[in-house]
């Protein structure tokens, strides 16, 4: 009989769901408005601190994705046509995907070894560059990919340099710390996803988080289709049906009460790969935790040395996992390799993104893990 599924990251109750679905039903709270929904954003608040760096309030709004949520984003900075918005190239195309909605040309950067993220030096030049040509740079997006934290001190102050607002897209990173602080409460506006692959779940679900409380009551205003305070339904300008649903929020309630285990469990996952593998000489694991950095290592990512392993590449050890009913995946193609992208500009560093999507898989990472599962993979990838 085959082994089970090992997926890569799949989602992981908490035991709580059913009793704040169960409290929803039988209150009526079954429309995308409820109790549930604002008690939600004020514990996701709490799990974020409550403020941010500057000692601001911080607001939340609860969104039916992170991709909603940066849309939303984009939008309240007026990004439009004619607009360029500089991006990450080594991320998921939902980082990027909102630009285009609106109209904007999108442009990118390149990451840095030491986090996966994108470089300071290449942020520095592209807009240095941009602005000698007279383009119009409305906004920086800033990925924490696989969790790790980006070089938010240096990113940040890059970009202030250049008066140009950043959204830090944390979709993967909840949990993560940077210097003792929460991700997502440094930047003029943060998204977070509850897609089912995160850390923690709404089933499909985002958020977008602001110390700014007119950027929150104009988010929650488009994320609202627009609606005027009228008796009729009255509407000045076009929005979205981007609201999160009260069902849903129960459901991120209950996951928002393990968010810690969960970040425990992941670390603890990527502990045990690192132990079991550490003595194959082909394979190395990144990237290392700078100091002040913390990941909630969302997915375990490793890179295959061609070196020592010329003629095996990330895709032969993928398939050979799955002979073994494991699930595993390539890193992000950069987006500047996306034939929807090809036309885009992208402002290299060293071929960083480019070296870790050529060397790079993620591993099975679920916080549900047991050992005799990380047992199962590490054989798996010895036996290769």
Known sequence: MAAPRLYLSPPHLGGHELNYLSKALADGWIAPAGPHLPAFEAELVAELGGTDEAGRPLHAIALSSGTAALHVALR????????????????????????????ATPVFVDSEAQTWNMAPAALRECLAARRR?????????????????ADLDALLAIAAEFDVPVIEDAAEALGSTLHGRPLGTRAAMSIFSFN??????TSGGGALVTADPALAARALHLATQAKEA????EHVEIGYNYRLSNLLAG???????????????????????????????????????PSGFCSNRWLTTILLDPAVAPDHSPEHLRQ???????????LWKPLHRQPVFKDALYYDHGGTADGLFARGLCLPSGSAMKE??????????MRF
């Open 76 to 103: 309240l900075l007026d990004v439009g046509p004619g607009d360029e918005v500089v991006c990450a190239s080594f991320t998921f195309a939902a980082s990027a995907g909102p630009i285009l909605y609106l109209g």
């Open 133 to 149: 040509l007279g383009k119009r740079v409305k906004a920086v997006i800033v990925v924490d990919l696989y969790g790790m934290p």
């Open 196 to 201: 089912g692959n995160k850390i923690i779940t």
């Open 230 to 233: 009228a008796a009729h339904y």
């Open 251 to 289: 459901v991120g309630r209950a996951q928002l009460e393990v968010l810690p285990d969960r970040v425990k469990a992941r670390r603890w996952i990527h502990r045990q790969y690192r132990e079991k593998l550490r003595f194959l000489d082909f394979l190395e694991f990144g990237p290392d935790e």
């Open 320 to 330: 050979h996992l799955e002979r073994f009913n494991i699930e595993a995946r390539p």
């Open 372 to 381: 005799p599962e990380l047992d199962r993979v590490a054989t798996a990838v």
